[in-house]
């Protein structure tokens, strides 16, 4: 009697809601680009540490009404959080702030869409497994079509370097959290990193910046503050760090390609205009890099499905 073989629907729809959290954070991420543009004229330190705080807050309310465990860090766990914090939090900021004065804003966003790339080679290495030939090939057009979504744009030195250190901090953001992931999961990532983030950033503004900072911002910068806060922080990390935990930081880092296209979006729809032919085309690149990377294999087997693949670290 001839048995059918198994149906690999179940498989791609989890593998569909494994990807669908880290597809909305980064189109939350890419929202910021146009929001933080009211934050231009602010103090550098005091609207973030203020931005941060507020997201602890909310995300640590909501983990105790929906009684999630948050693990207090242990060892070196301390370690890889307030590395997430420096680099992904603090660093990312100064450096895209300061980048922008060297260099127009595309040169920037193209170097941060560079990191797909960097999280399909080291991702899998810290997550003890062999990088996926089929993410490594996707990742490179991801970026292309990032590329020509952003454009080229004016730079000095000092700019490039500026890029470069996004780059390496948007790309720790991900791979720093791989080793704590499997212990305190997206909740406890998410809370602990973003409490320490703003703590190193309100002590940086109480040396560098004059007291009372915060007076100057207006209504509108206020609201964008709230807008980072609320959605761009505490819903996005949480939604990027269970698209992480769940399919790896190769393929997750696949999806930072979204976040060009969605600020290209919202730039429209804010009064920035039509995209052009080159927005579209890249459009398209990103989506065929993103076919190619995240199509799920035939056998149903070899789908990694909501499986949390990160060691605990020690």
Request: charged share 10%; glycine share 12%; aromatic share 4%.
């Given at each position: 009697?001839?048995t059918s073989?198994?149906?690999?629907v179940?498989?791609?729809s989890?593998?569909?809601?494994?990807?669908?959290?880290?597809v909305v954070?980064?189109?939350?991420v890419?929202?910021s680009?146009t929001?933080?543009r009211?934050?231009?004229?602010a103090?550098?330190?005091?609207?973030q540490?203020?931005?941060y705080a507020?997201?602890?807050?909310?995300?640590?309310?909501?983990?105790?009404a929906?009684?999630?465990p948050?693990?207090?860090?242990?060892?070196?766990?301390w370690?890889w959080l307030?590395?997430?914090a420096?680099?992904?939090?603090?660093?990312f900021?100064?450096a895209?702030v300061r980048?922008?004065?060297?260099a127009?804003?595309?040169v920037v966003?193209?170097?941060?869409?560079?990191?797909?790339?960097?999280?399909?080679l080291?991702?899998?290495?810290?997550?003890?497994?062999?990088?996926?030939?089929?993410?490594?090939?996707a990742?490179?057009v991801?970026?292309?079509?990032?590329v020509l979504?952003e454009?080229?744009g004016?730079?000095?030195?000092a700019?490039?370097?500026w890029?470069a250190l996004?780059?390496?901090?948007?790309a720790?953001?991900?791979?720093?959290a791989?080793?704590v992931l499997g212990r305190?999961?997206?909740?406890g990532?998410s809370?602990?990193?973003?409490?320490?983030?703003?703590?190193?950033?309100?002590g940086?503004s109480?040396?560098?910046?004059r007291?009372g900072?915060?007076?100057v911002?207006?209504?509108?910068?206020?609201?964008?503050?709230?807008y980072?806060a609320?959605?761009?922080t505490a819903?996005?990390?949480l939604?990027?760090?269970?698209t992480v935990?769940a399919?790896?930081a190769g393929?997750?880092?696949?999806?930072?390609?979204?976040?060009?296209?969605?600020?290209?979006?919202?730039?429209?729809?804010?009064?920035?205009?039509v995209?052009g032919?080159?927005?579209w085309?890249?459009?398209?690149?990103?989506?065929a890099?993103l076919a190619l990377?995240l199509?799920p294999?035939?056998?149903?087997a070899?789908?990694?499905v909501a499986?949390?693949?990160?060691?605990?670290?020690p």
């Open positions: 009697m001839e073989a198994p149906d690999p179940p498989a791609r989890s593998a569909f809601r494994d990807l669908l959290p880290g954070g980064m189109v939350l890419g929202s680009v929001v933080s009211s934050l231009a004229g103090p550098l330190f005091a609207p540490a203020v931005r507020a997201a602890a807050v909310i995300l640590f309310v909501l983990a105790r929906a009684r999630v948050l693990p207090r860090p242990r060892g070196r766990e370690l307030a590395g997430i420096a680099s992904g939090l603090v660093l900021n100064v895209v980048g922008v004065a060297h127009e804003p595309a966003a193209v170097a941060v869409a560079c990191v797909p790339v960097l999280l399909a080291v991702g899998p290495l810290l997550e003890r497994q062999r990088p996926s030939r089929r993410v490594l090939l990742a490179p991801v970026v292309a079509g990032a979504v454009g080229a004016r730079t000095d030195a700019g490039v370097g890029a996004a780059l390496g901090c948007e720790g953001f991900t791979l720093l791989v080793p305190h999961g997206a909740w990532v809370v602990h990193a973003v409490w320490m983030g703003a703590v190193m950033l309100a940086l109480v040396l560098v910046e007291p900072s915060l007076a911002l207006g209504p509108r910068q206020w609201a964008a503050v709230g980072l609320v959605m761009v819903v996005a990390f939604l990027w760090y269970r935990a399919v790896g393929r997750a880092g696949l999806l930072a390609g979204l976040a060009p296209l969605a600020a290209a979006g919202a730039g429209a729809a804010s009064g920035g205009g995209p032919p080159a927005v085309l890249g459009l398209a690149v990103v989506v890099g990377g199509r294999s035939g056998a149903p070899a789908e990694p499986v949390e693949r990160v060691p605990v670290a």
